[in-house]
Structure formats: structure tokens, C-alpha cells
């Protein structure tokens, strides 16, 4: 019988047990049960707190999205887009290993999607404004670029797409 630990501890041991085992096997082949083993949580407080693996890397993605925005605004980052972006870099580097779990996972939309999220939440400005897409766009691009040299290669689907 697994002990008792608190949710956020227990939402973090199974955040990270997902993360090891996509380094070492590819996330198609990775169950709950491996999940729940390596978080050493039951499959009660997997589902009490996630729906799927989808999820797990989807709410991580989100807490760490929250933790960067959080980072830009302390660093008062959007008041200058340029710093904004080298901030969103470092961040990148410093969260690299999600970037790169869920790039090989062929789930890079949803960093772009987390990234989208935050850049319209930081500047609000952007959604009324006509070039607001492009810098959105642009975003993506140095976000795909840079895991992409984290990876060391560019792993693409099936249909020669890129990961994004």
C-alpha cells in the first residue's frame, strides 16, 4: 500500500515519473500502471488528479506556463517584447526537459498552445492588434527552433510535418 503524501506532492512525483519514463521509452509504449510505479502513488491518486498521460503533460505544462508568466512579471519582461522573448529562452532551457519529452511524444502543440496562452495573457494587447499573430508566430518559431537544438535533431510525424 502506497503512504499517504500530500496532492501536490503526489501531482509532482507523478509529473516526474512521466518525464524519466519518456526519456527512456517512447509515450505510446508508457502505461498508468508505469506512471503510477515510478510516481509510487496508487492509480486512486493518479485518477483523482488526471484523466490520461495527455493530461498529466497537459496540467504540467500549464503549471510551468504559470510559473514563466509569473518569472516575465516579476522581471517586468512585458514591458519590452525583446526581453519578454529572451526571458521565454531562458525559461525554455530551464523547462527543457518537457519540451523535449513531449517533442518526442509528437506533442509539441501543446507548448505552442501553453506559449499562445501566456503571450495573449502577458500582453493583452496583442489580440487587438493586426500584427499580434505574427508576433505569436514568431514565438513559435524561436520556441520549435529552440527545442528543436535541444533535441539535436529534428524529429518529425509520420507525414514529414514538422512537430508543430
Not at 102 to 108: D, F, I, Q, T, V
Request: glycine share 4%.
Amino acid at each position: 500500500m502506497a503512504k499517504k503524501i500530500s496532492a501536490p506532492a503526489a501531482k509532482e512525483c507523478i509529473y516526474t515519473a512521466l518525464i524519466l519514463l519518456m526519456r527512456s521509452k517512447e509515450y505510446d509504449r508508457i502505461s498508468v500502471v508505469d506512471i503510477v510505479r515510478k510516481a509510487g502513488v496508487s492509480r486512486m491518486t493518479y485518477y483523482r488528479h488526471f484523466t490520461s498521460k495527455e493530461d498529466v503533460l497537459a496540467k504540467y505544462m500549464d503549471e510551468v506556463g504559470q510559473r514563466v508568466h509569473d518569472s516575465i512579471i516579476a522581471q517586468n519582461a512585458q514591458e519590452d517584447f525583446y526581453k519578454y522573448v529572451c526571458t521565454i529562452l531562458n525559461q525554455l532551457s530551464e523547462y527543457g526537459d518537457i519540451g523535449v519529452a513531449a517533442c518526442r511524444a509528437k506533442l509539441g502543440e501543446m507548448i505552442l498552445n501553453c506559449i499562445t496562452k501566456y503571450t495573449f495573457e502577458t500582453f493583452d494587447e496583442l489580440s487587438t492588434l493586426p500584427a499580434g499573430e505574427y508576433l505569436i508566430s514568431y514565438m513559435e518559431h524561436i520556441t520549435h527552433e529552440t527545442i528543436v537544438n535541444e533535441l539535436g535533431e529534428c524529429y518529425e510525424r509520420e507525414d514529414n510535418e514538422n512537430l508543430f
